[in-house]
């Protein structure tokens, strides 16, 4: 395959980009207080074995909600950003037309959104103790239809849940889901995956709440879309092959990849990409 790379760099002062992305980990949920545990358990959980909870045409509505904090809605926009740039998924302002679509708030439950399109207007909370851009990649995974990598069936295979190491109230986000709420596609167990918990995350400080079964040591909760989260969201949405002209937009230093990598293109063609970063960057 031949591709031919044109890239315009509008703003960018710096051709290489570095992943200094937060490590979100359980020190988003540390320090929390009983009230604030309590609800983070409510959390809802569903699945995408369900096709009513896709959007159609992979096109999410969304609006903000009026008392959203500027730095709120920043990180949320930059998941949003993330989310169009290596999938097919496109999140459009809500208009009159629009039945489904989802508000970014703080309302609710904090750092949790729903699974799928549940119908009528959904919310996705976010939190000043959660507050991070990982988090809100994470929760907007929710939104396109996914659940905790570490839920799925074949779990067992992969990992051991050390559950006098969790908070009680909170053993209900590792419950194993079920085959008829859950379909990987077959794909592997994925250990990357932004919607994999990390190996402590959640711990009541007695150790790790998570060991890989193959003893092998977990590393913390990821940063941003796995190649993994990436094929999956293809495969849930059957997302065309990507477009050859194509903006990419990015708001923190990291790798450049090609929009929808590691998706193929037709051989022979000639691609061209305009990359826009912050001033700054
Ligand atoms: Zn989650």
Redesign the pocket.
């Known amino acids: 395959m031949r591709i031919f790379y044109y890239i315009l760099y509008l703003v960018i002062l710096h051709v290489s980009f570095f992943c200094t992305f937060p490590t979100p980990s359980q020190a988003k949920y540390s320090g929390l207080q009983t009230k604030q545990l309590s609800v983070l358990q409510r ?1 809802k959980r569903a699945a995408t074995a369900d096709q009513s909870r896709l959007w159609p045409n992979a096109t999410i509505p969304y609006e903000f909600d009026k008392g959203l904090p500027k730095n709120l809605k920043n990180l949320l926009q930059n998941a949003i950003h993330h989310w169009e740039n290596k999938t097919c998924i496109d999140f459009v302002p809500k208009l009159k037309h629009h039945k489904d679509y989802v508000v970014f708030t703080t309302e609710s439950c904090g750092c ?2 729903s699974v799928g399109k549940i119908g009528g207007r959904q919310t996705l909370s976010l939190s000043s103790y959660c507050a991070s851009e990982s988090v809100a990649i ?2 907007l ?2 939104v396109v239809g996914f659940w ?1 990598e570490h839920t799925r069936p074949d779990r067992d295979s992969y990992i051991t849940v050390l559950w006098n190491n969790i908070y009680k109230d909170l053993h209900k986000n590792f419950f194993k889901r079920n085959s008829f709420e859950v379909n990987s596609f077959g794909r592997p167990y994925d250990f990357a995956s932004i ?1 994999h918990y990390g190996p402590r995350t959640f711990s009541n400080g007695k150790g790790d709440t998570m060991v890989a079964i193959n003893g092998e040591k977990m590393s913390h909760q990821s940063a941003s879309l796995s190649t993994e989260d990436i094929i999956q969201t293809q495969l849930l949405y059957q997302c065309p092959e990507p477009e050859c002209e194509f903006l990419i937009s990015a708001s923190t230093r990291g790798r450049i990849t090609s929009p929808y990598y590691p998706s193929h293109y037709t051989a022979n063609v000639d691609c061209q990409w305009t990359v826009v970063v912050p001033e700054g960057i």
């Open positions: 959390k949790c959104s994470h929760e995974g929710h905790h919607m």
